[in-house]
RNA sequence: GGGGGUGUAGCUCAGUUGGCAGAGCAGCGGCCUUUUAAGCCGAAGCGCGCGGGUUCGAGCCCCGCCGCCCCCA
């Protein structure tokens, strides 16, 4: 007769509880604690007359099971399960002579089979492509994978939290777009069949969170998933996690503090420090971080002061001289970006954040209040990598069309990425959208950056792969 | 798209100057009253990512392709 497990079974202890209760125990000592605990056993020794199991919970706890067989009813299907298989034992909490706190059992239910093993059971399974696309076997072969999931999870619910405690309120708006606005990116393509119109999946949901406060949700965020179309590395996954919000009254130097506080917030309570490992290198999280103006920061790294209202051939020379291949349809603003993702974006470590964009590559904030040509938008850059993007936003229709209009002709001349123009967001503007400070922030990249992962891969449940064979 | 690394049993890996494919673990059979990656005995399991080529002979050499990892564009 085939294996028959049972429906259910209560179980009445969590194995980290009881290594917490009973940590004090003596070498040989017996409680007359009865429990129920619940795992896999990931580990067997038969011994003949006795044997011990390791019982292994979901969250990594372990405790041994020790199996007596004058004790235990069933004893010889108990040392016949396998590496893996699910059971729920029954017994008294014990330390044995040796030391290691078990449950000394007299039941136990074979609750599922594993007729795959997980692996090598002291190295587990390193092969990445089997770590990745069995995820399931993973979480269980290699403990820290688990952690590192874990912790995500922990990480947006301790997010969410914050962000609540500050009045933002959560919310869900479109993936399937007609307009795929918001971000410099290549989005998905789907169709509709009753509609029969192509729909595009989402490459961010920043305009219609600030349509949100236009309709006077004036402190409002989202926690979703994003689509874009581009390659595949250690940072990128074609679907990743995008937390965006959006407050009312508040600009972009409201929107600094936030971010240095929020993440200082995440590292103190999941590591109780600010000061975290990234890699071999040492990460400072603490605030206030620093703040420099993209221009400033390229003078410190090639000693030349640009600015975009110098004459376009001088920026041109620049950027040439600095290896950048220049397009003829790029203006200072954009010459001045490349030239800083060439020659000092990657020598920054951080946390660092990156002020005053040109208006030329930045069509949705505000300009500067008293810069002329840049914007008050910045990007945090940490552990050497892009962490958030943000702005005060661009309130002001006219200037938005005119800046969407740009962009379509940017979009003209040969850029992929360039922003479509969105006629119901800027009919949303004309009902008068309020000073607002906005953000977004790449969950993924925090992530990995507050586990200190080197991969996308490893803080993505089931990261995008190329289909099996 | 370019460069580097890698692909041998279910898993982790070893395979010397090209000369009948190996180990540990898991799985299977057996022994064992305090194990900790338990130990011991036994049987079984891969024809070496795929396709060509060189050679008397290729897991090792050559060519092409594919997957995975890393770096760069």
């Not at 933002?168 to 708006?173: G, L, M, W, Y």
Request: one cysteine or more.
């Amino acid at each position: 007769m085939s294996f028959q497990p049972p429906y259910r079974l209560d179980v009445d202890a969590h194995v980290a509880d009881l290594v917490d209760a009973y940590a004090g125990l003596e070498d040989g000592e017996e409680t007359d604690r009865v429990v129920t605990v619940a795992g896999r056993v990931m580990l067997l020794r038969d011994q003949g007359k006795l044997a011990f199991a390791t019982l292994r919970e979901g969250d990594g706890s372990e405790i041994q099971l020790f199996a007596l067989s004058k004790v235990l009813d069933g004893y010889a299907d108990f040392v016949g399960l396998n590496l893996g298989d699910w059971v729920g034992a029954t017994g008294t909490v014990v330390k044995t002579r040796r030391g290691e706190l078990s449950v000394k059992i007299t039941s136990f239910v074979h609750l599922a089979e594993a007729r795959r093993g997980f692996g090598d059971k002291f190295h587990g399974i390193t092969d990445t492509d089997i770590r990745y696309r069995q995820r399931y076997a993973d979480l269980w072969a290699n403990p820290e994978s688990a952690v590192v999931l874990r912790t995500r999870s922990r990480i947006m619910s301790l997010t969410r939290r914050w962000l609540e405690d500050r009045e933002f309120i959560e919310v869900e708006t479109p993936v399937l777009q007609h307009v795929a606005s918001g971000a410099a990116a290549t989005p998905f393509t789907t169709h509709h069949n009753a509609l029969d119109v192509d729909l595009k999946l989402r490459i961010a949901p920043e305009l219609f969170l600030k349509r949100l406060v236009v309709g006077g949700f004036e402190r409002v965020y989202e926690i979703g998933r994003v689509f874009r179309n581009e390659g595949i590395s250690t940072r990128h996954n074609p679907e990743f996690t995008m937390l965006e919000l959006y407050q009312a009254y508040a600009d972009y130097a409201d929107i600094m503090t936030l971010v240095e506080e929020l993440v200082a917030h995440l590292a103190t309570e999941l590591h109780g420090t600010t000061t975290l490992p990234y890699g071999d290198r040492e990460l400072d999280l603490s605030t206030p971080w620093r703040r420099a103006s993209m221009v400033e920061l390229i003078e410190e790294s090639i000693g030349v002061r640009l600015d975009v209202g110098q004459p376009i051939d001088e920026v041109r020379a620049v950027a040439t001289e600095h290896g950048v291949e220049v397009e003829d349809s790029w203006g200072q603003g954009k010459l001045i970006l490349e030239i800083y993702e060439k020659t000092t974006e990657s020598s920054l470590w951080g946390p660092i954040f990156v002020t005053d964009y040109p208006e030329e590559v930045s069509p949705l904030s505000r300009s500067h209040r008293e810069l002329p040509g840049v914007t008050e938008r910045f990007e945090a850059i940490v552990a050497g990598r892009e962490l958030c993007n943000a702005f005060s936003e661009l309130t002001d229709p006219d200037v938005q069309r005119a800046r969407f209009e740009d962009q379509v002709r940017q979009k003209d001349a040969g850029d992929d990425e360039a922003m479509p123009l969105d006629e119901d967001y800027l009919r949303a503007m004309e009902y008068g959208l309020p000073p607002t400070g906005g953000l977004g922030i790449g969950m993924d990249r925090l992530v990995m950056l507050l586990t200190d992962t080197p991969s996308i891969r490893d803080v993505v449940l089931f990261p995008t792969l190329r289909p099996e064979q």
